[in-house]
């Protein structure tokens, strides 16, 4: 063996044993799920094809249709332009298309081409995309066009700023009888948010255009068709131990007809087939199941798919292609072919390279299996006899054939009632392990209510609390989530996983409010809740001490919480003060040996109705420390977060 190759090796084994090593708990603590933080990533206010999915260009494929969006069409996004009193037409065809997946395609038809040129920089017959509200081109970033053609044709293909100015061109000979993809790419030398992609034909005759297509080179791990880095980057800031995907209502789908298909979303991006999105968009699924999975591993956290159970949203009043509104199921010989979609989701995932669906995975890029521990069946239905035998069918399927996976059942969208009831009772009479808890509510609900899981049955089956948040971004909504999120901590032996909803909203283009994250072209704005997941998630731990702070007086305002991290040895309080008073809080250490003598503290604090906005993003974590006794006092703020890090002694040799 050469020596670096050992080296190497020797390397590789220490960090594996470090990593491996655990620090034994302190008697007196009960131990608590280790993947209760994670997130919920929907495709809801444009978090998906206009945010995370790094695509520049909208209606990429031509797809965009009125059934999705009122007054959309397949030229949506684009605008017809003829440069230098150039003279033409374009027109949206379907005959042979690039894939019967993707069946509109463009024609540009070039009669007269750059006739005055003028002042005018360009010329030629074309089409123009400004993006996703303009386009955000970056000084000195390299971004890579790709598109898909027919015919014999020069093409002129430039990057320009809004009014027009090219900031990059190149000429495309397009030369083929079928199709075929060209590619190229620039470095733009000038920094704008307003930029726009221009395709022109610049010799009469005509060409048939698809999947035009703007990525910048720089997507997180410089992935091709991937995802904005720095969003990725606020999310791995997340440390995430799960991610549940793709949906929300977004898996029920508007109506029978575009129920989620997982299918639609692997494979060659040219070959995927689009879907209306129940948010009143479209999805073009370039960023589907396989996008996911690799975003998991990415974020080093668990895969939750979660997968429709047959009916539609109760809420789906948008009419599409159902009369009326309504949950509507899909018959049983329907369900029979959709259980075996999803196991052949699971073959897709996890099987081996030459299995069935295991082989368009490796095709794929990824030869090696998925992990995947966890699937969740349904999303907030009310629990009628057609949901019960969905979700039994795709139960039993799933359990008998991957008794492995754990499968999470539903229980409707509130935190008690019939659906809440049925859909408990249902995961027990199954023998389901996990059960999936959403509900939105105020502030002072969440506080009232922090001893929910105080009374929860301890045999079982745990909780996913897969969706929650205060419905507003204000410091005083975040510190009510804090509060409550003491109590799950409290509660992990039976809480095992939970996620706060939705994650991002884009700016002027939600469906819903809050989110954790807003973000535009350009910026990202984390709310304050934003960072209370965060601080709760960087500073977990896997064994909970009931007894160990105590406060003066009854603070029902207050949250509170101590946990053991067993990986770090490090000891974690986290003090959540709602009210306007300060709390005198008093941590009683003395059971833990090893600590170090200076703690790190991190402060979340402001006045109750503080927001964070693009400009300013005032609400966010502070620094200090502090000197570390057996018997702590800590003087609490009003309206503040704190967590309190005592970091474990190092050994002495
Ligand atoms: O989180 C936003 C939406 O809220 C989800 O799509 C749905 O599951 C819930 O009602």
């Given amino acids: 063996m050469k020596r670096t190759t050992l080296l190497l090796f020797i390397f590789s084994v220490a960090t594996l044993l470090s990593q491996a090593k655990t620090y034994p708990a302190t008697a007196g603590g009960k131990a608590i799920s280790r993947e209760l933080w994670g997130i919920f990533f929907e495709d809801i206010n444009y978090a998906g094809d206009g945010g995370l999915y790094a695509e520049m260009v909208q209606n990429h494929s031509f797809e965009y249709s009125l059934a999705e969006h009122e007054g959309w069409g397949p030229t949506t996004a684009w605008r017809f332009v003829k440069p230098g009193h150039s003279a033409g037409d374009v027109t949206v065809n379907m005959d042979r298309p690039l894939h019967p997946n993707n069946p509109h395609y463009v024609t540009l038809e070039a009669e007269v081409v750059g006739l005055f040129r003028g002042d005018s920089p360009l010329h030629g017959v074309g089409l123009q995309n400004a993006g996703f509200d303009g386009m955000s081109l970056k000084a000195g970033e390299r971004y890579n066009v790709s598109l898909w053609a027919r015919g014999r044709m020069p093409l002129v293909v430039a990057l320009l700023d809004g009014k027009g100015k090219p900031l990059g061109s190149d000429t495309i000979r397009v030369d083929n009888d ?356 965060q601080l709760f998630s960087t500073h977990a731990g896997d064994y909970y001490y009931g007894d160990v702070i105590q406060v003066e007086g009854d603070v029902p305002t207050l949250g509170r919480s101590c946990v053991f991290d067993s990986q770090s040895g490090d000891v974690i309080l986290k003090l959540a003060n709602a009210d306007s008073v300060t709390v005198q809080v008093r941590a009683d250490l003395s059971r833990f040996k090893h600590m170090g003598k200076t703690a790190q503290v991190i402060t979340l604090t402001g006045t109750p109705d503080a927001q964070n906005t693009f400009d300013d993003a005032r609400i966010r974590p502070q620094e200090s420390t502090m000197k570390v006794t057996r018997s702590l006092s800590i003087e609490l703020p009003p309206h503040t977060l704190q967590v309190i890090r005592i970091t474990r002694k190092a050994a002495s040799h």
């Fill in 178 to 533: 079928g199709w075929q993809q060209y590619t190229t790419h620039f470095t733009c030398d000038t920094t704008v948010t307003d930029g726009q992609l221009a395709v022109l034909a610049v010799e009469r005759g005509r060409v048939d255009l698809d999947m035009i297509s703007l990525f910048p080179q720089h997507t997180y791990k410089e992935r091709p068709n991937g995802l904005r880095a720095d969003m990725m980057e606020a999310l791995r800031s997340l440390h995430p131990r799960f991610m549940r995907f793709p949906g929300g209502c977004l898996v029920h789908g508007p109506g029978l007809k575009h129920m989620y298909n997982w299918k639609n979303g692997i494979g060659p991006v040219e070959t995927r087939k689009s879907q209306p999105n129940c948010w009143e968009y479209h999805n073009t699924m370039g960023l589907g199941y396989y996008e996911y999975f690799l975003m998991c591993e990415d974020l080093r956290c668990k895969p939750v798919p979660v997968i429709h159970a047959g009916v539609t949203c109760q809420g789906d009043a948008k009419g599409w292609n159902i009369p009326g509104t309504g949950q509507h199921s899909l018959t049983e010989a329907e369900m029979r072919v959709y259980v075996q979609d999803i196991l052949d989701m699971i073959e897709w995932a996890t099987g081996s390279a030459d299995s069935r669906w295991g082989r368009l995975r490796a095709e794929a890029g990824h030869p090696e299996p998925f992990q995947l521990e966890y699937i969740a069946i349904g999303n907030e239905e009310n629990v009628t006899d057609s949901l019960v035998r969905n979700l039994t069918m795709l139960y039993q399927a799933i359990h008998s054939r991957y008794p492995a996976i754990t499968v999470i059942g539903t229980c409707g969208y509130t935190a008690n009632g019939k659906s809440h009831d049925r859909g408990w009772a249902l995961t027990r009479e199954l023998g389901m392990k996990v059960v999936d808890e959403h509900y939105f509510q105020r502030p002072d609900w969440f506080i009232k209510n922090q001893h929910r899981y105080d009374s929860y049955d301890r045999t079982g089956p745990q909780v996913y609390f897969g969706e929650y948040a205060t419905k507003d971004c204000r410091l005083i909504n975040a510190l009510a989530e804090a509060v409550y999120m003491t109590g799950l901590e409290r509660n992990g032996d039976i809480v095992r996983m939970a996620s706060y909803a939705p994650l991002f909203g884009k700016r002027d283009h939600c469906q819903w409010n809050p989110n954790l994250i807003y973000f535009d072209n350009e910026r990202l704005c984390p709310t304050p809740s934003y960072y209370v997941q």
